[in-house]
């Protein structure tokens, strides 16, 4: 069984950057798929990005497409999320996610309810 512990989260002004970490226990990072979703106060959970088992591909929600970055390092064990260009509508807490039932090294996975190991969330707030 995996374990997912998330960290960097924080305030920051409009326009800066900030890298969220997953650090991952229990199984290694080719193993499972990694994930990162978000959730604002009064909405529901929503899909941010996400990488394939084989790490050769990511995808992201078309609200943070050419802002934010899915990577991993593989020698520890851990999945990063950088955040540039941020906005106050990208504030939420922030969840790092696995699915380790995987098929297919290069399929992405979208849908909160695929994944089946959580962290327990980072705050990200972006002040105006």
């Known amino acids: 069984q995996v374990q997912l512990v998330e960290s960097g989260g924080g305030l920051v002004q409009a326009g800066g950057s900030l890298r969220l970490s997953c650090a991952a226990s229990g199984r290694t990072l080719s193993s499972f798929c990694p994930g990162w979703f978000r959730q604002a106060p009064g909405k529901e959970r929503e899909f941010v990005a996400g990488?394939?088992?084989?790490?050769?591909?990511?995808d992201y929600a078309d609200s943070v497409k050419g802002r934010f970055t899915i990577s991993r390092d593989n020698a520890k064990n851990t999945v990063y999320l950088q955040m540039n260009s941020l906005k106050p509508e990208d504030t939420a807490v922030y969840y790092c996610?696995?699915?380790?039932?995987?098929?297919?090294?290069?399929?992405?996975?979208?849908?909160?309810?695929?994944?089946?190991?959580w962290g327990q969330g980072t705050q990200v707030t972006v002040s105006s």
């Open positions: 990488m394939s088992r084989s790490g050769g591909r990511g």
């Open positions: 996610a696995g699915k380790t039932t995987v098929f297919s090294p290069s399929r992405v996975y979208y849908n909160a309810n695929e994944y089946d190991t």
